[in-house]
């Protein structure tokens, strides 16, 4: 069976919203580039906004492919988030983390909160492969905080750097 109509309108839309995001990444760290590029941890975080913008896309493509059984569509979620968790535990090893004064940057930058949405789509999966539709709500959250995740990650780029003098 293929995912209940009602997941088409939803699926387009964070679909669409999740490719303008990954352009509007490409933007704000080519502006930053000769930044970005000197600083790992800054290189990591691009990344792992890649990743939270890329999350999403994906689970739409699979939300939206034709007339595959509950099993295969919860395989297939189970996949997205394996994956995606595997990546951001992955570069977080490599991350040095920055001191961030915003505490809402803070907490989003760093990859834990980032790899329990991504273990939302893997219970989502879990659900759908075992027949409970139900699971699929469980993709709202993910996607919304995934987008929510990268789009401040993704504002710490275009932020100036900070003055490394005045700081105590």
């Known amino acids: 069976m293929t995912a209940p109509a009602d997941w088409v ?3 387009e839309m964070i679909g669409g919203a999740s490719g303008a995001l990954t352009g509007l990444l490409f933007v704000s760290v080519s502006l930053n580039a000769s930044r970005i590029a000197g600083h790992q941890g800054l290189r990591s975080s691009a990344a792992q906004t890649l990743v939270l913008f890329l999350t999403p896309l994906f689970m739409a ?4 492919a034709p007339d595959q059984a509950d099993p295969i569509l ?3 979620l189970i ?3 394996v994956i995606a968790s595997w990546t951001l535990l992955a570069n977080g090893r490599r991350k040095r983390w920055q001191a961030d004064d915003d505490l809402l940057i ?5 990859r834990y909160p980032n790899v329990v949405v991504m273990l939302l789509f893997v219970a989502s999966g879990i659900c759908m492969a075992f027949g409970a539709n139900d699971g699929l709500y469980l993709l709202l959250p993910a996607s919304l905080v995934a987008f929510a995740s990268g789009v401040l990650n993704a504002w710490y780029f275009l932020l100036p750097p900070p003055d490394v003098k005045t700081k105590v």
């Open 9 to 11: 309108g939803f699926a």
């Open 61 to 64: 493509a699979a939300l939206l």
């Open 74 to 76: 919860g395989a297939e």
């Open 79 to 81: 996949a997205i988030g």
């Open 106 to 110: 803070a907490f989003f930058n760093h």
